[in-house]
């Protein structure tokens, strides 16, 4: 076998030498270099793969459809004789098939029915710097099965090639202790390409016009043919209207326009991709998704424009929801899509962006692991037969927030069970036999869910037709705007398809024929107890996929729902569906701008929902309680049976006697909302706290204090007030609480008797008299005529001499003279300013010049003291 030579060639030798020492490599080359082709090839006839398969993994089907195309070109033969594919709904491959191309998915469940992959001598993953979910637990499941089940006599051997990804970082991954992971980097061969920036970009601009203006200035500058790169199909849709106009308008002969995209019919991709016929148009713009970022090589293309976005899912843990987010690139995405330009030719590639921009942009694109739905991985995970996640080898471990929501997700479907309370994610959790059977089909654990649930009540062929429209976009929206119920009818045979179409159909049909088959394993053809009706059958398959997004519209709105997760989202005003007072919806995103701002959730797919289902099929969804909620307009508690599913009420009655438990939780609850304030606090009860709470700081006394702090009040609520909230019925009931008797309550024996021993209410001091402490200032105050402390040295103190009191010596008119914690001090220096000042005011009480020898009294000079 002779193969071309590529700018990969070169290290195709190494290659070769080290595989046959070394039981993994990463081989870093740059787009274009030929790595897809022609490194399965030259692995082939190796002596250690001694007949055995070689798997190569490609992130999209296009891309594996094309290099399973590419290489049986090369040897000759029609795909599917010595290399062959396997993608979705789609295969070719023979006992003969030595090379089998495949996509990231079907890679996991092979090695779930097979951790040892026999047969297998190579694994190669390509592509790899896209780094999608599948991919890096396709890898983890690949080491820790061939650590089990291979040894050094079979190896499964492994090449991870990338064209931007730092390679020492999953080298380092892929070393073991008896062998590791050379690097072989190939240079490659690029022709020199040109990049010109435009101006700043802003988050708000129109990028379809920015596009068109730039592409059709492309072309009259430019003979070549252009890929023009963009978000997604809306875009592409309308710059392809757009760009066809204006070819027509200006009778431009010899430029064609293809949309390039996932969703796009095979045929339909391969004549985006394929050489323009000889006789036919000279040049041809390819409008694409970040699909043509991957192994595809698009004949005749050196000049690329790039707008810089990609859309994305990024799933939100807090809503359990996957919007689609449209951002800006990395910068690794931005030289992938470069190098387009310049793979066959000198080229030129426009950036519709300015070049500050273009250094403010990530490294890297984020993970898909550590932004995605982690629920299909969840029930993969246990499905391997582990428990714990760091078991396996990851290059980024999935977060412990997502993966917690994808555990309860599972579980409110039945397909696992575990503990209450887990120290880890998944630590004790397990497949359910009905997991079992969600596991064995190849979609989400939602749309599992839901077909394995349809059999009871002979809902197969529904719940088959709208798995398949929901594992891939449809193409009915101008037609049935988010009817799903409508599109769904459409599979099914029961509304005929426009001609346009008829490529999605059958692909749809094709997959829905799949899950029936899968379903068949399961059937169960008992007759259905409770039969649904016609207009019930779509929204109980939707509500049982999703059951956290069931929606009912808001009181006075014609268009505003609310979603049983607690969510709002907006129905077109246009849309049928707005007649409908419930839905159960599939789909909704919120518009997320590349400035970060979310608007309101947009619902996009959906079918009516007929809530009589919650007393029938899905009556376990619901819940019922008694709620209890303060009116403000008549100060006062109502309270309702609810019957709820999820934050939706479904329905609610008033109920007279309200549950002295329940009572008690709701007027707890309303305290910790108003706060301690709503208690009937006084001066005393105060100073009893303020007393306690110096006590306990000090940590006076043989037992320790209670915390009688307003926080810890307000955080044992139930401890210590609860049991004398029976008579409250309105908010004027609280004043009639005994409060400082119920926090006496707190104070076990002796504790009592001793808070008055160490934090007494009154002192006595010199003269006689019974001051009261004030325990609100720390330290305590007392506040004395000065006249009253004469012939005192030492300060006033409380709790065995431990706290000294705060003097606040005053003068006959009862205003501070003097502040402190020293008054033998202030006997020998300060009183004698203040005396100077005060005889001429106040010459009818005493100010004698030994204050510290003098009689203390609290009358004046001429009245003495009885």
């Not at 955080?715 to 007030?721: E, K, R, S």
Request: hydrophobic fraction near 40%.
């Amino acid at each position: 076998m002779t193969l071309p030579t590529l700018p990969i060639s070169e290290v195709l030798a190494p290659l070769r030498d080290t595989l046959q020492h070394h039981h993994q490599l990463v081989l870093e080359a740059p787009p274009g270099a030929g790595k897809t082709t022609l490194v399965p090839l030259a692995l082939l006839n190796e002596a250690w793969l001694r007949d055995q398969r070689i798997i190569m993994l490609e992130p999209r089907r296009m891309a594996a459809r094309s290099a399973a195309q590419r290489m049986a070109s090369l040897l000759g033969e029609p795909v599917g004789q010595t290399v062959g594919y396997r993608v979705r709904q789609d295969s070719k491959v023979s006992q003969q098939t030595r090379i089998e191309v495949i996509t990231e998915g079907i890679l996991t469940r092979m090695l779930l029915q097979d951790p040892g992959l026999e047969g297998v001598g190579l694994l190669i993953f390509d592509e790899f710097h896209e780094r999608s979910i599948d991919a890096d637990f396709g890898l983890a499941l690949a080491l820790q099965g061939r650590e089990i089940f291979r040894d050094d006599n079979n190896p499964l051997r492994l090449v991870v090639m990338s064209a931007t990804l730092d390679g020492d970082t999953i080298a380092s991954l892929l070393t073991t202790e008896d062998n590791t992971a050379p690097i072989i980097r190939s240079q490659g061969k690029m022709f020199p390409v040109d990049i010109i920036y435009g101006k700043a970009k802003r988050y708000d601009e129109n990028i379809i016009d920015r596009v068109c203006s730039a592409a059709i200035s492309a072309l009259q500058k430019h003979s070549g043919s252009q890929l023009v790169f963009l978000p997604g199909q809306g875009e592409i849709n309308k710059v392809l209207q757009r760009l066809k106009r204006h070819l027509a308008d200006n009778t431009i002969t010899d430029t064609v326009v293809f949309p390039l995209y996932g969703a796009l019919p095979f045929r339909e991709q391969q004549r985006a991709i394929e050489p323009l016929p000889e006789n036919g148009p000279q040049r041809k713009v390819v409008l694409a998704t970040d699909i043509a970022e991957t192994s595809l090589t698009i004949e005749g293309i050196n000049v690329v424009i790039d707008a810089g976005l990609s859309r994305e899912p990024c799933f939100d843990p807090a809503t359990g929801m996957t919007r689609l987010q449209t951002r800006r690139i990395s910068q690794d995405s931005s030289v992938q899509r470069m190098g387009r330009a310049g793979r066959l030719s000198e080229g030129v590639c426009y950036r519709l962006w300015s070049d500050e921009q273009q250094q403010q942009l990530p490294r890297q694109s984020a993970p898909q692991i550590l932004q995605a739905d982690l629920a299909p991985l969840v029930l993969q995970i246990l499905q391997w037969g582990i428990d714990d996640i760091d078991e396996l080898h990851w290059l980024n471990t999935p977060p412990t927030g997502p993966l917690g929501q994808a555990r309860d997700l599972l579980a409110s479907l039945g397909a696992i069970e575990g503990p209450a309370v887990t120290a880890q994610a998944l630590q004790g959790w397990k497949l359910t036999p009905h997991g079992e059977q969600m596991a064995a089909m190849p979609t989400h654990p939602r749309l599992a869910h839901m077909l394995i649930s349809s059999l009871a009540l002979q809902q197969e062929k529904n719940a088959c037709a709208l798995a398949a429209v929901l594992a891939d976009r449809h193409p009915l929206s101008r037609d049935y705007g988010a009817d799903l119920a409508s599109v769904v009818a459409t599979v099914t045979g029961d509304i005929p398809c426009h001609s346009q179409h008829k490529a999605w159909l059958k692909r749809t049909q094709q997959q829905a024929k799949t899950f029936q088959q899968l379903l068949n394993k399961h059937s169960n053809k008992a007759a259905a107890e409770q039969p649904l009706t016609e207009q019930q059958q779509i929204g109980f398959l939707l509500a049982s996929a999703y059951p956290d997004r069931i929606a009912k519209k808001k009181a006075g709105s014609n268009n505003q729902y609310q979603l049983s997760n607690g969510r709002a989202a907006t129905l077109d005003n246009n849309d049928k569906l707005s007649n409908h007072q419930w839905l159960a919806v599939a789909e909704l995103g919120g518009n997320i701008n590349q400035a970060g701002q979310k608007a309101t959730d947009r619902i996009y797919s959906a079918c009516p929902f007929d809530a009589e289902l919650f007393q029938q099929a899905l009556s376990r969804l619901t819940t019922e309680k008694t709620t209890l909620e303060w009116d403000d307009s008549v100060e006062r508690f109502i309270a309702e049976q609810v019957t709820a599913v999820g934050k939706l009420t479904i329905k609610s009655q008033r109920v007279e006697q309200i549950p002295p438990e329940e009572k008690r939780q709701a007027l707890l609850a309303l305290i910790q909302k108003r706060g301690l304030s709503l208690l009937p606090w006084d001066k005393a009860s105060r100073q009893w706290q303020a007393r306690v709470e110096l006590l306990r700081k000090h940590n006076t006394g043989q037992q320790k204090w209670p915390n009688v702090s307003d926080k810890h009040l307000l955080n044992t609520l139930d401890h210590w007030l609860a049991p004398y909230l029976d008579n409250i019925n309105k908010l004027g009931d609280f004043k009639k609480l005994e409060l400082q008797e119920i926090l006496s309550h707190l104070l076990p024996w002796p504790l009592p008797q001793q808070l008055n021993e160490l934090a007494p209410l009154k002192i006595t001091v010199p003269s006689g008299s019974n001051i009261s402490i004030d325990y609100s200032q720390n330290p305590p105050v007392l506040s004395v005529k000065l006249q009253e402390m004469f012939g005192y040295a030492d300060t006033p103190s409380i709790a065995n001499g431990q706290i000294k009191l705060m003097l606040h010596l005053l003068s006959p008119a009862q205003r501070p003279l003097q502040v402190t914690q020293d008054l033998a001090g202030f006997w020998r220096s300060s009183y004698f300013e203040v005396q100077k000042e005060m005889k001429g005011r106040y010459p009818k009480h005493p100010w004698p010049d030994k204050p510290e020898q003098a009689l203390a009294t609290k009358y004046t000079k001429h009245r003495p003291k009885k």
